[in-house]
């Protein structure tokens, strides 16, 4: 029984010799590509920072704020002695990764010298770098017309304001063949002013005026006229919105991303009567079967507990603005009594 024992053994390894060198006979066939130029030589390209955008308080983590892309249409020309995949690799990374993972780009995002921006670096159909697209085939002279990537700047956390420098960003190249040979260098030039600043919006007192009930006649009624109920954003900074730039030989191009928004939401501190025609109770211990409805400045009923536009075109310059609000008195109940008449409410603005 020990004799045929060892036996099974000796046919067990043979197979399992075998295996093992066809495993190394696969991952070294063409792992080796020797690649050059038949003439010429790589170029360089450089994406572009320039301008400035405004990264809103609220606009949500992981929001594209800035786009530039290097392009040119440069002939270069590689021949390799072996079929090799062409890549993006960075060279330098001036900064650590972010904690930040992207949904498309995964954690591939990178810090910059500006606290809550990140910096991806992608080519293609959005494949972050390092990344690999066609090959050349063997001993084949190969031409490449068109080299470009992109540099997306993405909000990673809370944005302080600052000024993000080409020096900041990755340096990247593309490859091709084990020796690595150099198609393209990638980096970034110039630099992007980031503004991180909001408005100012002081508290607003509304005078309603003294009403009789007599004003009044049934579940419905309003009184008139309605009165200004506004609210004021001061000291705004500049909206500059989310760029795009692409360089292309040289030349630069521009074109937005995104606009910035503002948006408000109204929330009652008493019992909300109809959130969709902006009604809502007084405070308790005065007039009762009355309560208050917000319009806007098309005398239309203002949606309470809803995220709304303000309706405001931002300008790209530090501007005041004035967000049109109007408020009446609107009977609740059939049975009314009189007296005080007050209410508040808490405007929540939203800056994007």
Known sequence: MRFVAEEIVKRLRKPAMLLAMLLLAFVSFGASATCRYPSGGPITLQAVLQGSITVGRDVPVGTELYRTEARSTSLVQAICDARSQYSYRYISLPYPKASYVDPVFGNNVYQTNVPGVGVVGWAGSRQP????????????????????????????????????TGASLPINEYVVGSNNLRVHLGGAIGSLNVVARTCTTPDVNVPMGDHQLSELNGVGSVTAPA????????????????????????????????????SFRIDPTTSVVNAANGIFSLRAGGATGIGIQLLNGSNAPVALQTKLSSGLTLQQNAANYTVPLRARYYQTSAVTTPGAANSSVTVTLSYE
Do not use: W
Not at 138 to 159: M, Q, R
């Open 227 to 262: 009165v200004d109920a506004s609210f004021q954003l001061l000291n705004c900074p500049a909206f500059f919105g989310r760029s795009t730039v692409r360089t292309t030989n040289g030349t630069i191009t521009s074109g937005l991303l995104g606009a910035n928004t503002i």
């Open 129 to 164: 770098m390092p990344a690999s697209f066609n090959y050349i085939e063997a001993n084949v002279p190969t031409s490449i017309e068109l080299h470009d990537y992109y540099f997306s700047l993405i909000k990673i956390g809370d944005v302080s304001p600052g000024t993000i």
